[in-house]
Antibody, heavy 116, light 113 residues
């Protein structure tokens, strides 16, 4: 079964750090670009970051540039999002999504709460 | 950034009746490669988003044929020919012709009367 499973969310204070992981299974992870998308409570979808299959191309939303770092380990079939200098407005469910131009597979999401 | 504008933001539909959602982009989504990078997603209550339509009008695997997409350039429409109870949720359009950033519409909430 093709599957993405996020982990690593939790409660963190403003200014703190968190590392999210996304474990892929059921497909050849190394062949696909990947994305992180987030959704603040009661709000719509916001694209966060993109990484190509070989990690050669990386993009970020302006809202997280300089604070978040996307990476992947194809040997471990895993995608990561290192989040530093977290702000209240980063509070959201974070989804990883497989990229075939369309986001055809999504994980179940992991909740990140930034609060003192 | 390309702005995606959906209308209406909410609609209430009687089961068996049709529904239509519009999505307009601030720039053309037609690429020089011939593809139009416009997608539709449905997020059912308490679930992750799921892909419905890719490249304007192609139904993703397993999507019922009551869902259809149309449009070109900057104007796009998602239609449900006969709404069923399982269609409730929030519908989003998305563009990926230009990144960064990939952008979504605000979402359209569909409820059943």
């Amino acid at each position: 079964e093709v599957q993405l499973v996020e982990s690593g969310g939790g409660l963190v204070q403003p200014g703190g750090s968190l590392r999210l992981s996304c474990a892929a299974s059921g497909f050849t992870f190394s062949s696909y670009s990947m994305n992180w998308v987030r959704q603040a409570p009661g709000k719509g979808l916001e694209w966060v970051s993109y990484i190509s299959s070989s990690s050669s191309t990386i993009y970020y939303a302006d809202s997280v540039k300089g604070r978040f770092t996307i990476s992947r380990d194809n040997a471990k079939n895993s995608l990561y999002l290192q989040m530093n200098s977290l702000r209240d407005e980063d509070t959201a469910v974070y989804y990883c999504a497989r990229d075939q131009d369309a986001f055809d597979i999504w994980g179940q999401g992991t909740m990140v709460t930034v609060s003192s | 950034d390309i702005v995606m504008t959906q209308t209406p933001l909410s609609l209430s539909v009687t089961p068996g009746q049709p529904a239509s959602i519009s999505c307009k982009s601030s720039q053309s989504l037609l690429h020089s490669d011939g593809k139009t990078y416009l997608y539709w997603y449905l997020q059912k209550p308490g679930q992750s988003p799921q892909l419905l339509i890719y490249e304007v009008s192609n139904r993703f695997s397993g999507v019922p044929d009551r869902f259809s997409g149309s449009g070109s350039g900057t104007d796009f429409t998602l239609k449900i020919s006969r709404v069923e109870a399982e269609d409730v949720g929030v519908y989003y359009c998305m563009q990926s012709i230009q990144l960064p950033p990939i952008t979504f519409g605000q979402g359209t909430r569909l409820e059943i009367k």
